[in-house]
């Protein structure tokens, strides 16, 4: 029905003006994770900036599963355990919150999205849901921007530092997730090698794969990395 709005908590139908349910008080219009702006419950992407939006039970628009060229990021900060240990809980909680809205807005700046959020940490896609034809290169620029970015965090200038891993090539993009629960993602081989170039990049390294090498190397100056090993050992075989 036009101008309604059915609640996702209690099921009470609401004007499209409103931004709360007047029965439950439950968000009729939640805040976009990747840029802030509020959109109606009844989108799956945002209508600033394109980023996958939260999915509230009983949305019936969902994006389609797809095969997606896509470049993707994983972002860590180096010596976080060791501040944490230092710091009161709502320090850290602060740290954290300023940290990943620094970097999500620079992944929103160059036309990404963030996937997801953990902690100190993100993952940021480049190519899904919303396309460019120099994703790779706005991954990077995003990368370095972020990472030029971090200098200090409330009173803590320089221990804080990045791990950057960007790696480019083909995934499976789509909802993932139980129901009411599902998050917008980029899975496959893509997203596991950028994983494991974060998870060996050295403070304030940003490592990235070949694909991604040769799709800005004429705009970003790169050294050689030593080989890694992109696949941990299995365990021993048994006796």
Not at 27 to 47: H, S, V, Y
């Amino acid at each position: 029905m036009d101008g309604v709005v059915t609640c996702p908590s209690c099921g009470v139908e609401n004007g499209t003006e409103q931004r709360f349910c007047g029965s439950c008080g439950a968000t009729l219009m939640p805040a976009c994770l990747n840029c802030g702006t509020p959109n109606p419950i009844q989108l799956a992407f945002c209508r600033s900036c394109g980023a996958a939006l939260p999915t509230p039970s009983g949305r019936e628009s969902t994006p389609a599963d797809e095969r997606r060229r896509t470049t993707v990021m994983f972002v860590d900060v180096s010596g976080w355990t060791s501040l944490v240990e230092q710091l009161d809980p709502e320090d850290v909680k602060a740290m954290a919150h300023e940290l990943t809205q620094r970097m999500g807005a620079e992944v929103h700046r160059y036309g990404g999205t963030v996937i997801s959020v953990m902690g100190d940490s993100i993952m940021a896609v480049f190519g899904a849901p919303v396309a460019h034809e120099d994703d790779a290169e706005r991954a990077v620029r995003a990368g370095i921007a972020m990472r030029d970015s971090i200098r200090s965090v409330g009173e803590h200038p320089s221990s804080v530092q990045l791990h950057v891993g960007i790696n480019t090539g083909e995934g499976m993009a789509g909802l993932v997730g139980p129901e009411g629960r599902s998050d917008y993602t980029v899975i496959g081989d893509v997203t596991n090698t950028a994983a494991r170039f974060q998870s060996v990049a050295a403070a304030g390294e940003i490592l990235v794969g070949a694909e991604t090498h040769a799709a800005t190397a004429r705009i970003v100056e790169y050294s050689e990395h030593a080989p890694i090993a992109l696949r941990s050992p299995g365990p021993p075989p048994c006796p």
